[in-house]
């Protein structure tokens, strides 16, 4: 597990997240193995991070039985990569079955004939399926510095690539500005994504978090980086995302899709078995709330 998390031990009244009402299952099924290596990942990923191996299509059929009977309205998939399990189409598949489910990934490897497949998937089901592909930048320099060579290029073929099979693709960045270029790197986004042929650009910004590679690379959180009670006094703590939702991954059920690196996060081997408060002990729970942070789609 990775030693850069941190968890506020030593403060007192740490407030809990109740379950209000379980609405999302995400599924790790990228577990922590990605073709890329970004400077900020937050869960390290990378082609030889073994903490969490890919979930198999048995894996993820055994979480949807589980899922239908608590009423799960909606899922989603993230990793690592998703396109490198060697059962992701016949996991979209099962996941379409029983909801409308967002594809996380990095798009690098997305082909031609790949987008074609994605698109008889989606034909074949009543329910939708929606992409968010995770790029830094319209700027290949800028995106290559954090993702690595040819990242930026293949990601936009990626996005090419959905777009000709008729998705309009989500392109979420992580904040690497200050927020008052907020509308101006949107506006450059928007445009980026038009180029690409994409029908209906959107967007989702996120912020950093200071856990996994994020933490090597720029800092660790101070331990004024913490909430408290008082942090939710005119707050809805049900606004936070562990409130409505589970992470599967291969080896349990976490909080969370950001805490995966967290032995205190793993809170069952089941999600029947998590279906209880959480402390919001640890110091990216901070961002979260400060953030007003969701991995969701708007
Ligand atoms: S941020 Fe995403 S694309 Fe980058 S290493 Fe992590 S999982 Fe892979
Ligand atoms: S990191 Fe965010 S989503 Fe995860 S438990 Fe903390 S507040 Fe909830």
């Not at 899922?75 to 690592?80: A, C, E, H």
């Not at 409505?244 to 089941?270: E, F, H, K, N």
Request: with cysteine.
């Amino acid at each position: 597990m990775n030693t850069t998390q941190k968890q506020s031990t030593s403060v007192k009244n740490i407030p809990e997240v109740p379950l209000a009402n379980l609405e999302t299952l995400w599924l790790q099924v990228g577990g922590t193995l990605c073709n890329l290596q970004c400077t900020h990942c937050f869960i390290s990923c990378g082609p030889q991070n073994h903490t969490h191996e890919m979930m198999s299509l048995r894996q993820v059929r055994l979480r949807l039985e589980e899922s239908k009977l608590l009423e799960v309205k909606d899922y989603y998939i993230t990793g690592g990569e998703v396109f490198m399990n060697p059962e992701i189409f016949e996991i979209l598949a099962a996941i379409l079955e029983c909801g409308p489910l967002d594809v996380l990934t990095n798009g690098t490897l997305i082909s031609p004939e790949k987008a074609i497949r994605l698109r008889e998937i989606q034909n074949g089901s009543s329910h939708r399926l929606q992409f968010r592909v995770s790029m830094e930048s319209y700027e290949e320099e800028v995106n290559n510095l954090i993702r690595g060579k040819n990242a930026f290029r293949k990601a936009s073929e990626g996005i090419r690539n959905l777009g000709a099979a008729g998705f309009s693709p989500v392109l979420t960045v992580t904040r690497n500005w200050e927020e008052d270029k907020d509308a101006a790197m949107e506006d450059n986004l928007n445009s980026f994504l038009k180029s690409l042929n994409v029908p209906q650009p959107r967007l989702k910004i996120l912020p950093g978090f200071l856990i996994g590679r994020l933490a090597e690379n720029l800092r660790n959180y101070s331990d004024d980086e913490h909430v408290t009670e008082k942090c939710f006094e005119n707050y809805d703590i049900t606004n936070l995302q562990c409130s409505t939702s589970r992470m599967a991954t291969q080896t349990g059920v976490y909080v969370c899709p950001i805490l995966v690196d967290s032995d205190q996060a793993r809170m069952g081997g089941t999600i029947k078995e998590t279906l209880r408060p959480f402390p919001l002990a640890h110091s990216a729970c901070y961002t979260c709330r400060v953030t007003g942070m969701t991995c969701k789609s708007e």
